[in-house]
């Protein structure tokens, strides 16, 4: 659109349904000082009503259309979809629009929904796995809003204001930040529709400010540092190894294919390196995964190993051993063709519903030009075992991690 705003269409004519996805570039690594939780709490406040709607009453008019709707807040973006019947599709669009552009902010709903993310909040610190997750985010990336929970912090969130959010909310949602993806089975005259709609309104600018960038001194760019640090937790049921490396940006798909590659070759199935070796023939460990958690600034590669206590230090010793193996032995040619085939798979599978059509399209097309969904298999297929060794697996190696070893604590 002239103002900057996006919208990709995904025909699926014989789905049966319509998604209609709207994502924004307004994920916590866009909150500045003081504003700490806010994007993910502005997502709540939108769907407590509109300038012309009244808390739930978008609900029960998108439930009468026969849909559903949800949303998600990230580190990069947030996402509002609704998934209505196509005759339904236009209206559905009509109401999340208003709700998403237009949120009351009205202050009794503020004071109440406050109170929600900040118990969210407290479930979320008691949770033992999950505060040994955060730990290892926030001792890697301990100058980037990537090391702090989206939920944000309590005393940020108690010292905001409706005010505040609104101020947040015009700052993020201009046209330049903002997409709308339709997948699925499209209505005659929908796209047109949007070219005189509510989308169309948005300001085109954006902020010169500093506040129109993530909130990250290293300008947008992942800062990481490799580490090692042991901790004794307490209610946790088993003990823990944890490692995260830095990798490529998501903008860089042929890398991120690289590591998403090498992550499903160690440690996807009871083939797999990691797998095959602590748990299938040493038995040391009770469970291993290793993800790509792909993101805009720098995606994070993160292996978790579940072990009972004593068997802790071998476990390190033995992740080492595999990992340096990688870096110095070829992978086999079946080994890399297993992976191949799981990672395309995936992708595959993911494209058989409008709205994983809508998740998967959704940031690419926020952030880059949009492609064909199944592109990426393209850069999947380019890498050849010798690349893998020295572009990815020379990077996963033990000193370029941050490794956290977790205990249960004594007596806990």
Excluded at 228 to 244: C, F, G, P, T, Y
């Amino acid at each position: 659109m002239a103002n900057g705003c996006r919208c990709v269409f995904a025909p699926i004519p014989e789905a049966g349904l319509t998604c209609l996805d709207f994502w924004c570039k307004a994920g916590s690594a866009f909150e500045q000082p003081g504003e700490e939780g806010l994007a993910h709490f502005l997502e709540h406040m939108v769907f407590k009503g509109s300038q012309r709607l009244e808390a739930g009453a978008f609900d029960l008019r998108v439930e009468a259309l026969g849909g559903s709707s949800n949303a998600a807040t990230g580190f990069d973006d947030v996402h509002f979809h609704v998934l209505v019947p196509p005759d339904g599709a236009q209206e559905a669009l009509e109401l999340l629009l208003d709700l998403v552009l237009e949120p009351a902010l009205r202050a009794d709903a503020y004071a109440m929904e406050r109170d929600v993310v900040l118990e969210e909040i407290a479930q979320y610190r008691d949770q033992p796995d999950e505060q040994v997750v955060q730990q290892l985010l926030a001792a890697s990336c301990p100058t980037h809003p990537y090391g702090r929970p989206i939920l944000g912090w309590e005393d940020s969130l108690k010292a905001s204001t409706p005010a505040t959010m609104a101020a947040f909310h015009r700052r993020r949602y201009r046209g330049p930040n903002c997409c709308l993806l339709v997948t699925g089975a499209i209505p005659d005259g929908l796209p047109q529709d949007l070219r005189t709609g509510r989308l169309a309104d948005l300001e085109s600018g954006s902020s010169d400010g500093p506040e129109d960038t993530p909130a990250a001194p290293t300008q947008g760019r992942l800062s990481f540092q490799s580490g090692h640090s042991k901790i004794q937790v307490d209610r946790l049921e088993a003990a823990r190894l944890l490692m995260a490396w830095p990798a490529a940006p998501a903008g860089q798909q042929h890398h991120v294919m690289g590591y998403d590659l090498a992550t499903t070759l160690l440690a996807e199935g009871r083939r797999s390196r990691l797998v095959e070796r602590l748990r299938e023939q040493l038995q040391i460990v009770e469970s291993i995964d290793m993800d790509l958690t792909t993101l805009e600034q720098g995606s994070l590669v993160m292996l978790e190993a579940c072990c009972p206590p004593e068997t802790i230090d071998d476990v390190e010793k033995e992740v080492h051993r595999v990992l340096r193996q990688c870096s110095t032995e070829s992978v086999q040619p079946e080994e890399l063709e297993r992976a191949r085939q799981l990672v395309g798979n995936g992708l595959r599978f993911s494209l058989e519903a409008p709205g994983s059509v809508a998740a998967i399209a959704g940031s690419q097309a926020l952030w880059r030009t949009p492609q064909a969904p199944l592109a990426a298999l393209a850069d999947l297929d380019q890498w050849t075992a010798a690349e893998l060794q020295r572009d990815v697996f020379s990077h996963l190696q033990p000193d370029r991690a941050y490794t956290l070893v977790a205990l249960p604590k004594e007596g806990g």
